[in-house]
Structure formats: C-alpha cells, structure tokens
Nanobody, 125 residues
Framework: VQLVESGGGSVQAGGSLRLSCVVS????????MGWFRQAPGKEREAAAA????????YTADSVKGRFTISHDKTKDTVYLQMNSLKPEDTAMYYC????????????????????WGQGTQVTVS
C-alpha cells in the first residue's frame, strides 16, 4: 500500500484547504484511514480518521466543526476538508492507513497505522 498526499499550501487565517490522499497497491484491503498532523516540537496527533466500511469517524476536538474527513471508494482517495483555518493548524499533515477490521474501535490511535505518506505542509498565517 502506498499513500500520496496533496493539497497542502499556505493560506491566511480563515481560509480553506482540501487535502487528498490517494491509495495505491492493495487499496481494497485498507480498513481505516487517518489524517495526522505534526507541528514543530510537538507530537504527531490525529486530526481526523475514518473507517472505510462506513459508520465510524473521528474528529479531534481542536478541529471539530472546521475539518471534515471523507472517503471516495471509487477513487481510492481520502479527503480532509479544512475550513476556518487558524495559525495553530500549521503543521505537516500525514495520511495514514491500516488493514485491520478492529481499527474502527480506536481510530485516533497512531500506533495502529502501518502505512504512511510523506506528508504535505499546511501553513496558516
């Protein structure tokens, strides 16, 4: 499984960005996908995650109401729509995936994700 992110960039506070993560390889085996972010000097944290079978999503309190995760099975792509961006959203954003049916029970747990993209930078000023 390979993950390729895109959509990052620089934006002013209050603006929007949409991140995309395309899954290739054994994409049909992926069961959970997440967007994690890491700011300089801070731990990598889950921003949002989704169970590809439907019915389970996770959104961090810090982004709730502003970020929305979605999954398009036909395109093997997961999106993160980010609205009302704040300077504190500045970070490297990583797409992650796992092939384990139990992942939906702990979507925000970083350690369960075994596939990672290279990251895309989001800067909010």
């Amino acid at each position: 499984v390979q993950l390729v992110e895109s959509g990052g960039g620089s934006v002013q506070a209050g603006g929007s960005l949409r991140l995309s993560c395309v899954v290739s390889g054994y994409s049909s085996g992926v069961t959970c996908m997440g967007w994690f972010r890491q700011a300089p000097g801070k731990e990598r944290e889950a921003a949002a995650a989704i169970y590809t079978g439907g019915g389970f999503t996770y959104t961090a309190d810090s982004v709730k109401g502003r970020f929305t995760i979605s999954h398009d099975k036909t395109k093997d792509t997961v999106y993160l729509q980010m609205n009302s961006l704040k300077p504190e959203d500045t970070a490297m954003y990583y797409c992650a995936a796992v092939s384990d049916w139990s992942c939906r029970l702990s979507l925000a747990t970083r350690s369960q994700y075994i596939y990672w993209g290279q990251g895309t930078q989001v800067t909010v000023s």
